[in-house]
Every structure is written in C-alpha cells, then in structure tokens.
Nanobody, 121 residues
C-alpha cells in the first residue's frame, strides 16, 4: 500500500511563512511527479505547484515568487515552502503524486489527507 502523509500546516499571520512536507511510503518502485493542491471553503481543489521528471517545476501565478516546491528523492518527500503568506492562501493543502508500486504495471494517482493552512491576524 502506498500512502502520502502531509505535515506542517497551521495558523500564521499575514506575511509569515510555513513549510509543508509530504512523505510517500509503502512499496514504491517509482515516482513520476509530486504536487501540491489546495482547496478553500466552497471552492474547487486547484493545483498550487508541482515537480516533474528532471526536476521541472510548475507554479500557478498567484504563488509565483512566494512559494517554492522542492523534493528529496532519497526520502520520497516533497516540500512546499510558503513565504509572504496572504489571507487568500488559506485552504486545506493536499499532496498528490503519481506513483508506480512495486506490484503495479501502471502509475496510480495518490492523495494525502490534507493539512489546514490558515493565514489570519
């Protein structure tokens, strides 16, 4: 079984920083991509940032210049460093990964349980 476990959410004041972590565990053969999504109350879940093969990174416009996604392949972990946080960044943040399990023949789409990020004074 493959699992994604997130950590690092919390309450922070506007302008502050938080670092989210997502660790993939289980019988993993290969990870093709890892990404962060977020879902605010009453809104759909949207991509925030992703890291793909070769280390290519993608960011949505609202977070460019403020958020940094990085990975530690030796630990099957992806991080999201969030700086200059704004109230509109408040959401549940979800980790997503395309993972090939050791007994699988196709990549599976996995999600973490989500971690709450609240930006408020």
């Amino acid at each position: 079984q493959v699992q994604l476990v997130e950590s690092g959410g919390g309450l922070v004041q506007p302008g502050g920083s938080l670092r989210l972590s997502c660790a993939a565990s289980g019988s993993i053969f290969s990870i093709k991509s890892m990404a962060w999504y977020r879902q605010a109350p009453g809104k759909q879940r949207d991509l925030v940032a992703g890291v793909f093969g070769g280390g290519r990174t993608v960011y949505v416009d609202p977070v460019k210049g403020r958020f940094i996604i990085s990975e530690d392949q030796s630990k099957n972990t992806v991080y999201l460093q969030m700086n200059s946080l704004k109230p509109e960044d408040t959401a549940v943040y979800y980790c997503n990964a395309d993972i090939l399990g050791e007994s699988d023949t196709v990549y599976g789409d996995y999600w973490g349980q989500g971690t709450q990020v609240t930006v408020s004074s």
